[in-house]
């Protein structure tokens, strides 16, 4: 998606540990148009195959992810890291460890919200060695539903983790996949 | 809000210690056409005021933030809860307890995001005691912004937050003011 290669040139800054700071237009800062037009590129990739649930993780998947549930008139649900007061009753669990905050999480769906009827596509803002998508696979595979795909905006192609999982053969399907970075000059290539 | 009303009385759920659950549509799964529905109410309120850019808190408050975002046509801003690789360079900060998960957090809005010049409609979905408004409406007085005001999903009006902060002279507008809750019938009576 050219629009969005070309707001990461533009805005996107590197740092030294593979890290890719977006937080001006994606995930501190959000430029709702952008995502707008995000949501429409997931819907051409995505938008005859039947699916009737977004699934993501909180909190930076939750802005695109209702963008996307929006493109497809459908409902999002988003994992949530921690139990809280608010959640009670089934749910369905898995584990994620987190680049950016260096921890492991608990993360959870309450049953209520993933059937064996749903045909789910999984969103995330981005894709590194995977390990938040293997655990929102996870819960997809817990509540016996269908995995369409998974539609990630940034890849950090360098890193494995999206093809692992399409060599598994799931269907992932990436906006932008950076192939490398540089933090010294600020440099980002994409996979062509 | 008629609609939002309506919804609260058949979807949500009432339990003891001042719990309203709202997580079929608002809080884990969401309703992205109400969430539009929403934010043209917002729209309709504070569409006159100048307002270019909303401020929320991660995470609940990022759904229904960016669908006002996208109303207003101006970006969203995310305060985040807590400190992690990917925040660099200065930041404005402050505390806010949370009545859900009973801890207190740091939370922090780089300065890059937040400007003097800024006309600020801060976005939550729910409003209790109003620390997490406190926290940031700090946060944009930090950054000398302009609050323009702030909209609310839902308020509980018996927890007191918002009658506060309207005594002090800052605009709170909330789509639906709970009364009380009463948990033993699980009935729900609207400030009218």
Redesign the interface.
């Known amino acids: 998606m050219d629009a969005l290669k070309n707001r990461i040139l533009v805005d996107g800054q590197v740092?030294p540990?593979n890290?890719l700071?977006v937080?001006?237009f994606l995930?501190?800062?959000?430029?709702?148009?952008l995502?707008?037009e995000i949501a429409k590129e997931f819907y051409l990739l995505y938008g005859k195959d039947g699916v009737n649930k977004v699934l993501t993780i909180?909190?930076?998947g939750?802005?695109i992810?209702?963008?996307v549930?929006?493109a497809f008139?459908?409902?999002?649900?988003?994992a949530?890291k921690?139990k809280?007061?608010?959640?009670?009753g089934a749910v369905f669990t898995s584990k994620v460890a987190s680049f950016?905050?260096?921890n492991v999480s608990d993360i959870i769906?309450?049953q209520?919200?993933l059937k064996k009827e749903d045909r789910v596509l999984i969103i995330d803002d981005f894709l590194a060695k995977g390990n938040a998508l293997v655990g929102l696979i996870e819960l997809v595979s817990q509540a016996q539903a269908h995995l369409v795909g998974c539609g990630i905006v940034i890849e950090k192609g360098f890193q494995g983790g999206g093809d692992q999982l399409r060599a598994k053969g799931i269907r992932v399907e990436s906006l932008a996949i950076v192939e490398s970075m540089d933090a010294s000059k600020g440099n980002v290539a994409f996979r062509s």
Not at 73 to 78: A, D, K, M, Q, T
Not at 84 to 88: E, P, S
């Open positions: 740092f540990g890290i700071k937080d001006s995930n501190h800062q959000i430029d709702v148009a995502l707008q909180e909190a930076s939750i802005g992810g209702c963008a549930a929006g008139g459908c409902p999002l649900v988003f949530k921690s809280t007061k608010n959640i009670a950016t905050h260096g769906v309450s209520d919200f």
